[in-house]
């Protein structure tokens, strides 16, 4: 289960609202003239001194405005423009599965096929998980990438490949949910789909996106980080800020399908532009990827394959996000409105949804009325109370893109995205030092293939893991804390009240057991 860090409530049905608009014509309104507010938008990266970010954006398939802002390489003096490359994180998961709907318009797959039938290396969890609920991020599965950060190498620090995945799904014994049932954005999915799509069509999943889908819409500068060693021409270095200083960021992984598309914000138009004028595909298949998945109970959600069907103050909006190491990305299309924006920045600070949505509404400011937003909703208070998932134990502090009522002692919330959880009071923890010490010792898991020591160190629990992190745990609820990089950790007894394991729950790790291996072991205080 997911500990959610959430703060107001947007009401579902606003998310449905449609505006009629007049059609822009070209480039009516003079784009031009509207230029020095996309510059006011970018306004902070417009220095020698500093990454950037490109953006484009497109009035009825026709772009209206390109430009770059800062440097695409600081050690170079390299400035950003229009043709520079960079990655575009999770905006790439929508290629991965027009890859998938076209194997499936072919008949060489079903988009309702068992996973295993493509993946056997993937566990038999007892419940049809297909490829379908991978698209729709309700498939259960962990996140690989979060179970290596629980293990002390987040994604960044080693450099991954497809083989690592499917190594690392085969040693995770359950998933998040029973799949169909709930939502949770889950990257392994989506690495999953593009070894299907290289097994299915017999060659490398780069090279048959690269045939099917890049190749016939002229998108020229665009392909995959499945060798990030490799030279590429144009390539938008990442950045990280720290303490007010740039340090490189760069992604070093060959995993890609998830993320690693490397393209320009021209690009990425192209591929916007499908939708409305099919050259990929037809216009069955574009409306099929554009549809919201469901649960096993019929309700709907937000999530079609690999795209986002929300709302923009009001407006109907397609679209997604991404980030990958300093890499940030946005896509996003307003159908009824024929505009498209694309950005992509190389510096972590940088906020390419907003930029985008911003960008949007230069254009679309006298066009349309911007819905007001919906009405804060607190979630009750009450000093010392906590709420915990009754299945899961995570704690809910508050609750933003959600809805929620009151059930007795109980709160059911449902999220942004039709999940359903159920939380109850539970009383805010102060544990002694001989309860700290009870939980003392050594837990390993073989799912995330790492250990963790649980001491008391100066009046507080902390984990440590190899080789030399040490992670301050804070109370919760009685055996429960939370912690920097790990989440949730909830520590579990047998009937007889012994101290037997611990559990580790994110937002994409839920539930992740460590065996208690050793008895405790007294430390300082």
């Known amino acids: 289960m997911r500990i959610r860090m959430l703060v107001g409530i947007v009401c579902a049905a606003s998310m449905s609202t449609l505006l009629a608009a007049r059609p822009f014509q070209g480039r009516d309104r003079g784009a031009e003239s509207l230029a020095p507010q996309v510059d006011k938008i970018f306004a902070k990266w417009n220095s020698p001194s500093t990454p950037g970010c490109a953006v484009e954006a497109a009035v009825d398939g026709k772009p209206v405005i390109a430009k770059g802002y800062g440097m695409a390489d600081l050690e170079h003096d390299v400035k950003i423009t229009p043709e520079s490359i960079f990655e575009a994180g999770s905006v790439s998961k929508q290629f991965t599965a027009a890859a998938i709907l076209l194997l499936a318009r072919e008949g060489k ?6 996973v295993r039938q493509y993946v056997p290396e ?3 969890y007892g419940s049809p998980l297909t490829i379908r609920h991978m698209l729709n991020h309700t498939s259960g599965l962990r996140d690989w990438g979060s179970i290596e950060a629980i293990a002390g190498w987040p994604r960044t620090s080693r450099a991954y490949t497809h083989a690592h995945v499917l190594e690392i799904v085969s040693h995770q014994k359950a998933v998040n949910f029973t799949p169909g049932t709930k939502w949770s954005y889950s990257n392994t999915g989506f690495n999953l789909a593009a070894i299907i799509v290289s097994r299915v069509s017999g060659m490398p999943f780069a090279e048959f996106t690269r045939q099917r889908l890049f190749g016939p819409l002229g998108m020229t500068h665009t392909s995959w980080r499945d060798d990030f060693t490799r030279i590429l021409k144009n390539r938008a270095m990442a950045y990280s800020d720290r303490s007010g200083e740039f340090h490189t960021d760069m992604p070093f992984e060959n995993v890609h399908g998830n993320g690693g598309l490397l393209t320009t914000v021209g690009d990425l138009l192209k591929w916007n532009e499908n939708f409305t004028s099919p050259k990929v595909g037809d216009a069955a298949f574009v409306a099929l990827q554009q549809q919201p998945g469901t649960f096993n109970d019929g309700r709907a959600h937000g999530y079609a394959f690999g795209l986002m069907i929300n709302s923009d103050k009001g407006v109907r909006v397609v679209e997604h996000s991404g980030s990958t190491a300093g890499y940030s990305a946005h896509l996003v ?9 694309a950005v992509l920045c190389n510096a972590t600070s940088a906020r390419a949804t907003q930029y985008a949505h911003d960008v949007a509404w230069v254009f679309l400011n006298g066009r349309v009325s911007p819905a007001s937003d919906a009405a804060v909703r607190e979630l009750p208070h009450e000093d010392g109370v906590l709420y915990r998932n009754i299945n899961a134990g995570v704690v809910l502090t508050n609750a933003r893109g959600a809805k929620w009522t009151q059930e007795g002692d109980r709160i059911r919330v449902t999220d942004e995205y039709g999940s359903v959880e159920i939380y109850e009071r539970a009383k805010k923890a102060a544990p002694s030092p001989a309860q700290l010490q009870e939980l003392a010792g050594t837990y390993v898991s073989d799912e995330a293939e790492t250990t963790l ?7 507080s629990l902390v984990l440590k893991r190899r080789p030399d992190t040490v992670i301050t745990l804070t109370p919760q609820y009685a055996d429960a804390f939370t912690g920097p990089q790990l989440g949730l950790v909830i520590f579990r007894r047998d009937g007889s009240g012994k101290v037997t394991s611990l559990t580790v729950s994110q937002d994409r790790v839920w539930d992740l057991r460590f065996a208690r291996q050793s008895s405790p072991t007294r430390t300082s205080q």
């Open 109 to 114: 797959l079903s988009i309702d096929d068992p």
């Open 122 to 124: 993937l566990p038999d």
């Open 333 to 341: 299309r307003y159908p009824d409105q024929r505009l498209s924006v």
């Open 453 to 459: 020591v649980a001491a008391v160190d100066g009046g």
